[in-house]
């Protein structure tokens, strides 16, 4: 099976950063698109960034200039670097990524994989 660890969120003032971490474990074979999500209550869960194996970026516009994703093909992981932190960033943030793995038949499989989430809050 496939699992996905989230780490680096937490509690900051408004204008400053944090970078998530989200690291994919498992008998894995390849990973295409890693991306962020995030989620506030009575809300729906929306994109942050995602990043395709080859390098490739997409930001929603709301953080388009503040937030950098990036990843390590070597270590299976992805990161988001936040800065300049806004009030409005405050959300429980979760990493998703398209992958194909082995099986415990050893068959290849594929799916997209979800973290179980990280908060980060923006106050003062």
């Known amino acids: 099976q496939v699992q996905l660890v989230e780490s680096g969120g937490g509690l900051v003032q408004p204008g400053g950063s944090l970078r998530l971490s989200c690291a994919a474990s498992?008998?894995?074979?390849?990973?295409?698109?890693m991306g962020w999500y995030r989620q506030t209550p009575g809300k729906q869960r929306e994109l942050v960034a995602t990043?395709?194996?080859?390098?490739?970026?997409v930001y929603a516009d709301s953080v388009k200039g503040r937030f950098t994703i990036s990843r390590d093909n070597a270590k299976n992981t992805v990161y988001l670097q936040m800065n300049s932190l806004e009030p409005e960033d405050t959300a429980v943030y979760y990493c998703?990524?398209?992958?194909?793995?082995?099986?415990?038949?050893?068959?290849?499989?594929?799916?997209?994989?979800w973290g179980q989430g990280t908060q980060v809050t923006v106050s003062s």
């Open positions: 998703n990524a398209e992958i194909t793995y082995f099986n415990d038949r050893a068959i290849k499989t594929a799916g997209y994989y």
């Open positions: 498992g008998s894995i074979f390849s990973i295409y698109t």
């Open positions: 990043i395709r194996s080859g390098g490739s970026t």
